[in-house]
């Protein structure tokens, strides 16, 4: 489900957006859409709401992702890595990192509001 909004975007916005979209032989719209997508995936944890904080604590690694990334890993291991493969394991890696330190600072947020118990006492 997507929504309809109609934003005022300052003049230096808008520039940037549009030569990345022409570069990237994308819509504007389309530009804007992935960087808010971006911008909303940095929001401190404790500004999250209750809901999103708990859906971020049980976040897991799509089965894809995942298993991708096992196959990777086992290529780098045997020495098969290709630089394509090298940048798709950079890729994972970091996605994987950074997920997992959202769903710990999620965990914090949740114990902290009372939305779970300690997971020691």
């Known amino acids: 489900m997507s929504e309809r909004l109609s934003l005022e975007l300052p003049d ?29 995936a940095e929001i401190p944890v404790d500004q999250l709401p209750d809901e999103q904080v708990l859906a971020l604590r049980d976040l897991q690694m799509s089965d894809s992702d995942q298993h991708e990334l096992s196959d990777l890993l086992a290529k780098q291991r045997e020495g098969l890595l290709s630089a394509p493969g090298r940048q798709r394991l950079d890729l994972l890696m970091r996605q994987y990192r950074s997920g997992m330190v959202r769903k710990a600072q999620a965990l914090k947020v949740a114990v902290e509001r009372g939305l779970q118990p300690p997971l020691h006492t």
């Not at 022409?22 to 530009?31: A, D, F, L, P, Y």
Request: charged letters at 30%; a neutral charge.
């Open 12 to 40: 230096t916005l808008m520039r940037s957006a549009r030569a990345v979209a022409s570069q990237t032989h994308r819509g504007i719209e389309e530009v804007l859409i992935e960087w808010l997508d971006r911008a909303a």
